[in-house]
């Protein structure tokens, strides 16, 4: 729990994922035709991702990926993410976490 707070105290956005997913894949897209760099985490390659993935399902994250902080809060997976989209709520905190500008 400790090392996913530390990871998500480090950049504006955090994204969680697995390359295999594709609603992982369908989030960091969005995030990137916003022109965020979100910081991705693909737990199933990197070292101690299952740790990562049990600290997550433990915060309260299921399905475990995607997995989105903003601002160093937990913001949800994939159907938190697109609502706020819809309500054109994602926008402003990405900017009110710094990472976006525009």
Not at 7 to 31: A, D, Q
Request: proline residues 5%.
């Amino acid at each position: 729990m400790d090392r996913v707070s530390k990871i998500v105290s480090e950049k504006p956005v955090v994204i969680f994922s697995k390359s295999s997913c594709c609603m992982s894949h369908t989030i960091k897209s969005l995030f990137c035709e916003f022109g965020v760099n979100p910081a991705v985490y693909e737990l199933d390659e990197i070292q101690r991702g299952r740790e990562i993935e049990a600290a997550l399902s433990r915060l309260g994250c299921n399905p475990t990926v995607p997995a989105v902080f903003i601002g160093g809060e937990f913001v949800g997976g994939a159907n938190e993410v697109m609502s706020l989209h819809l309500k054109r709520s994602l926008k402003p905190m990405l900017k009110g976490a710094g990472a976006l500008w525009v």
